[in-house]
């Protein structure tokens, strides 16, 4: 395992932030995500901030399992050194979508799957990624959750 991340989010606190006036919240979200955000609410009868919320718990996951792996793989001692910081993430361009069997799925861009194989040393390759992303996301009453693992 490279690293192991966890996250979770307080679906109202999540839903009022989604409809302050002026938020950019949605602009953290591929159109992709939206869309199936909203396949998926019509399908469950429910509010699209369950699912947006689960999503971003996600994301959140994935960046801290991600930093966990950069830490793990850091020689004794050295500085380390992450490709992002909080104010440049590029959070829409790591989506949580599902597969055509409603399986989540983390997909990266091909630029942070780059920064990815960089940050941890593994082989540069566009076609073959050398590593797993696994997710599991969930949500019950005003709680969603997502763990990310990083494996080779």
Partial sequence: MLGLGHDVVDVPAFAKQLNE???RMRNLFSMRE???TAQRS???HD???VHLAARWAGKEAFL???CAAISRHAKDGAEVAYPYTLDNFPWVRIEILDDSHGVPRVILSSEVQRKVQQSLGLP???V???????IS???????ASAVVMLEI
């Fill in 128 to 134: 073959c990624q050398s590593y797993d992303i696994s």
């Fill in 34 to 36: 939206i869309w199936q």
């Fill in 137 to 143: 996301i969930s949500h019950d009453g005003p709680i």
């Fill in 47 to 49: 509010d699209e901030a």
């Fill in 42 to 44: 019509q399908l469950k």
């Fill in 21 to 23: 006036p002026g938020t």
């Fill in 124 to 126: 540069l390759d566009p």
């Fill in 64 to 66: 801290k399992a991600w």
